[in-house]
């Protein structure tokens, strides 16, 4: 079978490139999606099962680094495309293992633009070729109460996790500019949603909460992140993939900014009412706990450019979405045990 594109997805049994790997699979029968993974903790083969036995999808386990077997799969499958979401994210982990950090998240990357590069060549045509680097609004470091990163905020990551990425991110900018790979990038606020490994805060919370455990909260629960349902990130990588402009950036968030605090509370309220408990139950769990070293008060993403340009906006579902999430752990907990 001919097919009219031929993806790489790199780290697609993971959280959010599962969701990204099904949605490319199912959307779009005439490209063939070839994921490679290494099955870390973080992957899981189980998350993109349903994919198994589709005429345009193949599963490759394997490591980003081993440059001899991504310089073969650029050459077996003609890969004219790349969705690189391969890499190790937990900040504490980093903060514990630094230079596992970079190993994956900076080697892997350049070990992937070279084959691209070997590959395609220099000054590639960016109408038939294109790297697609996936990243984090963390390499923008830390905000105060007001004010928002955008495409255009100075880097300066603050763990050995975001410093990793912003390596990664501009290596992609030098190959482009350096050899003419033609690249799109992107820097997302924080996921949510089904299949996220649960060492994160949503689903760390939940387990907490079914197994009537402490929630750990960091210090006061002040810090404040941006929450982007991961079907609302993979609609907009979609459409990066295919619309976005050689050589830009674009920022990607959930315009929903909580304090972990508050969020806490409203998932202790959401699983008393899927558990049938009394509203308020979950709340006495709460525990605070030492703060997290270098832990960045608040991200937030303005995403207009990615609007304006692109004419993508998240669906604005957080209840929902959220709920969702919480009735997916609250069955993953019960089936682990």
């Known amino acids: 079978m001919n097919f009219k594109r031929n993806i790489l997805m790199t780290g697609a049994a993971g959280f959010i490139g599962s969701h990204a790997a099904r949605f490319m699979v199912n959307t779009y029968p005439d490209y063939r999606i070839i994921v490679l993974d290494k099955l870390t903790y973080a992957g899981n083969q189980d998350n993109i099962r349903d994919l198994e036995g589709k005429p345009n999808f193949t599963f490759v386990q394997g490591d980003i680094c081993d440059a001899s077997l991504v310089k073969q799969l650029f050459t077996e499958y003609q890969i004219d495309g790349v969705m690189h979401l391969a890499a190790e994210s937990h900040v504490d982990r980093s903060i514990e293992n630094p230079m596992e950090f970079v190993t994956t998240n900076v080697v892997g990357t350049v070990t992937l633009l070279n084959a691209a590069l070997k590959a395609w060549g220099e000054h590639a045509d960016p109408e038939k070729y294109l790297f697609y680097h996936i990243s984090t609004d963390e390499v923008y470091g830390s905000l105060g109460a007001e004010g928002f990163f955008t495409e255009e905020t100075p880097y300066d990551p603050r763990s050995p996790y975001s410093a990793s990425k912003a390596s990664s991110d501009h290596f992609v900018r030098a190959y482009h500019h350096t050899f003419g790979l033609p690249i799109v990038l992107s820097n997302c606020s924080n996921n949510y949603g089904p299949n996220q490994y649960p060492e994160k805060l949503i689903p760390v919370v939940i387990r907490q909460i079914l197994e009537r455990k402490p929630i750990p909260v960091y210090g006061k629960g002040e810090n404040i992140r941006d929450w982007l349902f991961v079907g609302d990130h993979v609609s907009a990588m979609n459409v990066i993939f ?21 969020l806490v509370h409203k998932l202790c309220s959401i699983v008393d009412t899927q558990l049938g408990r009394k509203d308020g139950n979950a709340l006495e769990l709460i525990t605070f706990v030492t703060d997290r070293k270098g832990h960045d008060l608040r991200y937030a993403i303005d995403a207009d450019k990615l609007k304006q340009d692109l004419n993508w906006e998240p669906r604005q579902q957080f209840d929902a979405y959220l709920a969702e999430t919480v009735a997916f752990y609250i069955q993953y907990f019960k089936h682990a045990k």
Do not use: S
Not at 242 to 262: L, Q, R, S
């Open 242 to 262: 295919h619309k976005g402009k050689n050589g830009e950036t674009y920022n990607v968030g959930g315009n929903n900014e909580w304090k972990n605090i508050d």
